[in-house]
Structures are given as structure tokens and as C-alpha cells.
């Protein structure tokens, strides 16, 4: 092929410039597909070729046949070779493009593993992947069997929705199935879980080909859960290199990624170790880069910069060529952040030379540490947290889309 690549990339949200940035050096053209709402956020501008805006509807979605329609214009005159989803959100638009003009990529079945959080439960189960226990909310009587079966308290979580977000906490049957009935006509879009009291983690990957080439494991210091329904403060290290704990994730991340059917991509994995029986169980994953910073993190200790690998990835894979990963560092380090009451923050407090980022964003205050000392990381952590607890912290409450 003589004409550079072509990549639409969607994002509807901002976010995703080092991988925009990354797959313009590499020779391709690059589209990206967003909302018309985030027009004047500080895009890469030259590195994309072409803005398509789409206007939201009353439901803040796009409607997918204006977007098959328009892209089918785009695609008279200039051709599109891979498409891209930057966000959770947009990963099953991204399958239903590919399917629609039968461009190379994840399709709606597999995207739903990455998308839908019954349909990865389901799917980690019969893989034989240990998970929380799991119920629809389809059938009274099959609620009211897992009810019977698994003691409180437990989760309702939405289907689709990203991070914490429209997740409720019960504690008993009455609250459960008043929860339940205050969703009406939308409760199929949402499950039912045990709920597993433990230390969350996350696997930050890179898959080739069907096999994982890089991976890297995190724990947070408070469960993502607690932070944003509690108005906590957002943590996570380096979990200690060579541990069982580092094999153990890296083994179910692993094992998560193939039952899936994971070809090329950037994977988000969730495990929770339980603390009643010390087991390992998944909780979910995904097929892009994880948020709240969280690659920034990565960076510092490992020197991988995963939005970018990911795009070099993409290409290589498109052009049939082959692909290295860059030399890999082996350090530790830390991230927190936190909303903050001031609008634009002193940062100048976080001046200890661990410090290699810092958070630059209205109301949030933040950093990154890097330390070849897990133990300093932690110490600069937990110093950190109460600067931050003391002279900033702020909190909101957690969005409750559709659970009253």
C-alpha cells in the first residue's frame, strides 16, 4: 500500500492527544470523530488531519445512523483503514462502524465482553475465571435465588457505564428490591453482585497478536468504588515487581484478555483480592488505556508511555509490519488526586524531586511519584493524602444516574 493509512479515531471525550500525536508521526492520516461540545478543547490540532463533529442528543448520545451516514460520504472520496474507540464509551460505536463498512478490527461480539459487565461476568465464568457471584436483573425469581444464595450486602451496577459511575451499595433485601424496582423499565441494563470487601488492583496491558507483551500491576490505596462515593482521594502504586500478588494479576489479566478474544489493543483490568479467603477474583476490563491519569502513573515507573505504544501498535498491525516495544524501566510510583476547593491550585507544596507530574486542571489537585523505593513512594502517598486532606480536598457527591 503506497497511500498513508488511514485512522478514524472516536472520542467523546477529551482525551487520547498522545495517541493522536504518536499515530500522525507514524506516517498515517488521522480522523478523529467527537462531539461538537468539545470543539474548543486543545486537540492536537496538527496532528489531525480532519475534525468530524457530531451533536449529542437529548439523551447525550449520538445517533449512530446519522454517524454511518455521514461517514458513508466521507468514505466515497477518501478511504478509512482502522477505527479507533479512545474511550469505554465509544468502544461499541467503534464495533458497530467496523461490522457496518467491514473494517478490519473487534466487532459487536467481542466488544461486548469489554463494554458490557454481565457479558464479561459471563464470559470469565465459563472461561473458569473466579468472579464475584453475579445475577441479570431479568427474572424475580432468579434475584431472589442469588439474594438466598449470597449474603448482603451487594451491588447494583449499571451494564455500560464506565469507572464507578450509577453504582449503588445495598444492605438488605428491602433496600435491594426497592433499588431494583426504582429503575423500571431500564432495569435489564443493569446486574446484581456479590459484594467482596478486599484491596482492588489494576493491570495495565498491551496485547499483539492474541498475546499480552506488556503488562503492569497497581494497587489502589482506596477502591475506586469508595473514593467516589465517599469523596475520598484518588491512589494507586506500583505493586512490588516479582511478587506472587505481581503474578497472580498478571495471571488472571492474562487469562481474562484470551477468553475475551483480545487481539491488538490497550486493556484496563480490574481484580479485587478478597479478604475473607484471600482468592483473587476479576471485576472488569476493558479495550483502551485506563483513566483518571492512571497512564501517567505507568509512565513514570515503567517508561512506557501506553497511549502512544498503542498507536504504534495499531499501525504496525495495519501495515502487517512487526512491532518492539521500547526499552522498559523497572521503578516505582504513585499517583494522587483529588478535587480540590481552589480553582487553580498551589502545586508548589508537591516539590519533593520524587515528583515527575503534576496535575494541571481547574478544582484538582495531584502528582505523580517516582522512586526506585516502593517504601518512599508509599511514604510521599500517605504525606501527600493529608497535605491534600488538610489545605485543599473537596468532594462531590457521586453521580446516581438512574438508582434513588
Known amino acids: 500500500m503506497t497511500r498513508p493509512l488511514t485512522f478514524l479515531c472516536i472520542s467523546t471525550f477529551f482525551k487520547g492527544n498522545d495517541f493522536l500525536k504518536a499515530c500522525k508521526e507514524a506516517g498515517n492520516t488521522v480522523y478523529l470523530l467527537t462531539a461538537k461540545k468539545l470543539e474548543d478543547k486543545p486537540w492536537v490540532r496538527e496532528s489531525i488531519d480532519e475534525f ?99 449474603a448482603g450486602p451487594w451491588m447494583i451496577k449499571p451494564r455500560s457505564e464506565a469507572s464507578a459511575t450509577g453504582i449503588k451499595k445495598l444492605e438488605t433485601a428491602e433496600a435491594l428490591w426497592q433499588a431494583i424496582d426504582s429503575l423500571g423499565d431500564s432495569r435489564h441494563e443493569y446486574l446484581i453482585e456479590q459484594f467482596k470487601p478486599g484491596h482492588v488492583y489494576h493491570v495495565d496491558s498491551l496485547t499483539l497478536n492474541g498475546r499480552v507483551i506488556f503488562s503492569w500491576n497497581s494497587q489502589y490505596l482506596a477502591p475506586p468504588f469508595d473514593v467516589a462515593h465517599g469523596g475520598g482521594i484518588f491512589r494507586s502504586v506500583t505493586v512490588p515487581f516479582d511478587s506472587a500478588e505481581g503474578h497472580a494479576l498478571e495471571t488472571m489479566a492474562v487469562d481474562v484478555l484470551k477468553a475475551f478474544g483480545m487481539q491488538h489493543s490497550a486493556s484496563h483490568t480490574e481484580v479485587i483480592r478478597s479478604q475473607d479467603d484471600g482468592q483473587y477474583y476479576f471485576l472488569e476490563t476493558s479495550s483502551r488505556v485506563g483513566g483518571a491519569h492512571l497512564s501517567d502513573m505507568v509512565e513514570a515507573s515503567s517508561g512506557l508511555n501506553l497511549w502512544k505504544e498503542w498507536a504504534k501498535l495499531e499501525t504496525a498491525v495495519a501495515r502487517k509490519e512487526s512491532y518492539r516495544l521500547p526499552e522498559i524501566r523497572r521503578e516505582y510510583s504513585g499517583i494522587i488526586i483529588s478535587l480540590a476547593r481552589q480553582q487553580w491550585p498551589d502545586l508548589s507544596p508537591f516539590s519533593d524531586p520524587e515528583v515527575v507530574w503534576k496535575m494541571e486542571e481547574e478544582y484538582h489537585v495531584g502528582c505523580v511519584v517516582r522512586s526506585k523505593s516502593r517504601e518512599r513512594v508509599l511514604e510521599l502517598m500517605d504525606a501527600y493524602a493529608e497535605k491534600i486532606r488538610t489545605d485543599y480536598h473537596a468532594s462531590a457527591p457521586a453521580q446516581d444516574k438512574s438508582v434513588h
Do not use: W
Open 52 to 150: 468530524f463533529y457530531v451533536e449529542e442528543n437529548e439523551g447525550g448520545g449520538f445517533s449512530m445512523e446519522q454517524v454511518i451516514t455521514g461517514l458513508a460520504h466521507v468514505m466515497r472520496s477518501r478511504p478509512v483503514d482502522r477505527i479507533v474507540a479512545l474511550d469505554d464509551f465509544d468502544v461499541e460505536k467503534a464495533a458497530l462502524l467496523r461490522e457496518h463498512f467491514r473494517i478490519s478490527g473487534m466487532g459487536q461480539t467481542t466488544a461486548r465482553y469489554f463494554r458490557d459487565k454481565l457479558a464479561m461476568r459471563t464470559k470469565a465464568a465459563e472461561a473458569g475465571i473466579r468472579v464475584p457471584g453475579f445475577c441479570g436483573l431479568f427474572n424475580d425469581a432468579a434475584i431472589n435465588d442469588f439474594i438466598a444464595k449470597y
